[in-house]
């Protein structure tokens, strides 16, 4: 049998249980995810040759061959990973991938559309929608404090570059058509015990209120703000946690991110989404995994992120919920690891596209709940597998067993050449 055979086979299955796996699919092929771009050389960024990550609360780990060295090495990686992978893309680029070709470096405050306008030239030839981040890390003046810190020089400085991001975003989303979402995130925070936390907090607010105070139309420019529990050199205390940008954004009427690697191990990110939607208006979240804390590590086809895609569709507010990748690894092959986690996103969304949502919310509303979990088991055992295969073939990428020669393949005539 083909994969159409099969296809047709395991159709019927799911149809038995009350799914319409066409209907999943088509639906899956529209629901656009934010690859970010820093998996390619490690978060280090072009704006000076051989830029490497250096501090504000993120580390990369391992040094396997072929990062990319340039832009164009960088793009060539991206489009590269477009191919191996289904679905539907934008791309998440940080302000520290600016391209100063042919102009003179600029410091971070002092940032304008044209240092991207390659980047948009690229984008839309490729027919890939570009969303922003301001970077406040890796720079001298993101050693201690940024948006939090008391000194006004500092401070004033972050509040400058996080403003220009803004303007860049919005010069993105006019001339590509759709929103750009502009993310901030902060590593402020302290190592050892804090005395003076409201402090920071309340200079935090007043920064963001600062960056904010120009109306940008949301046709352009959709802000977001993003927390964490804590990270490398601010293990005991972070200004912007969750419960300070939760009551920001609610307060604020902005967008919240929830990425799966920025809260306590043991809390559940998939029932966040359902309460957090009440109050704020839209929600972007950062798929990652973290191994007993923020590392980071490529994103799999497992348990939370099937989770965190379920309630993502069973909401029904997908025109609220945005999602993006965010990892980094550079212990292994990088375009691997890019793939692998695209991948695994596209394979958890599919997964909750292909529940029987009326059906185990029918035995709920009844209250025959043995009914509603009987249905849940049911569909561990349908054959997902066939659905996906078919799904790879029908948007020309490689299958599972066919990923890993198309890998190494690239490695041998590309990343493996690179010095």
Not at 28 to 37: A, E, G, R, T
Not at 92 to 106: M, Q
Not at 126 to 150: I, Q
Request: charged share 25%.
């Amino acid at each position: 049998m083909n994969n159409r055979e099969r296809y047709e086979d395991a159709r019927e299955q799911y149809a038995a249980a009350g799914v319409d796996t066409d209907k999943a699919l088509d639906s899956l092929q529209k629901i656009p995810v934010s690859l970010h771009c820093w998996q390619g050389d490690d978060v280090g960024g072009f704006e000076k040759a051989g830029a490497v990550l250096d501090g504000g609360g993120i580390q990369v780990t391992g040094s396997y061959p072929g990062k990319a060295r340039t832009i164009a090495e960088l793009r060539q990686d991206i489009e590269k990973v477009l191919t191996l992978t289904p679905g539907s893309y934008r791309l998440n680029l940080h302000a520290n991938y600016a391209d100063f070709s042919g102009t003179k470096p600029v410091d971070r405050d002092s940032l304008e559309p044209k240092h991207f306008e390659s980047w948009l030239a690229w984008a839309a030839e490729k027919k890939l929608p570009l969303d922003f981040n301001a970077t406040l890390f890796s720079h001298p003046k993101a050693e201690s404090l940024t948006l939090a810190s008391k000194d006004e020089g500092i401070r004033d400085f972050w509040i400058e570059h996080t403003k220009r991001c803004r303007g860049i975003g919005a010069y993105f989303g006019e001339k590509q058509g759709t929103p750009c979402i502009h993310n901030i995130w902060i590593a402020d925070g302290m190592k050892d015990l804090c005395a003076d936390r409201q402090g920071y907090r309340e200079i935090l607010s007043k920064s963001l209120d600062e960056i904010l105070a120009e109306k940008i139309p949301q046709q352009y420019l959709k802000d977001s703000v993003e927390s964490k529990v804590f990270g490398i050199g601010t293990e005991s205390y972070v200004a912007g946690s969750h419960e300070f940008y939760m009551g920001y954004a609610a307060s604020r009427k902005c967008m919240l991110t929830l990425d799966m690697g920025h809260f306590h191990p043991t809390e559940d990110v998939s029932d966040k989404i359902s309460s957090v939607l009440l109050f704020v208006p839209e929600i972007l979240l950062h798929l990652s995994r973290g191994v007993r804390w923020d590392s980071d590590h490529v994103v799999l086809f497992n348990d939370p992120l099937r989770m965190v895609a379920g309630e993502i569709i069973r909401t029904g507010k997908l025109e609220r919920i945005h999602i993006g990748t965010d990892y980094f690894d550079g212990s292994i092959n990088r375009i691997g690891a890019w793939a692998l986690g695209s991948r695994a996103t596209e394979k958890a969304l599919l997964s909750a596209l292909l529940e029987p949502q009326k059906r185990l919310m029918a035995y709920e509303d009844e209250g025959n709940y043995f009914a509603r979990l009987a249905l849940n088991e049911q569909l561990k055992t349908l054959p997902f597998g066939t659905i996906w295969d078919y799904y790879c073939e029908k948007c020309g990428v490689p299958s599972d067993k066919e990923l890993i020669q198309a890998v190494m393949e690239y490695e041998r005539d590309v990343t493996g050449r690179r010095q």
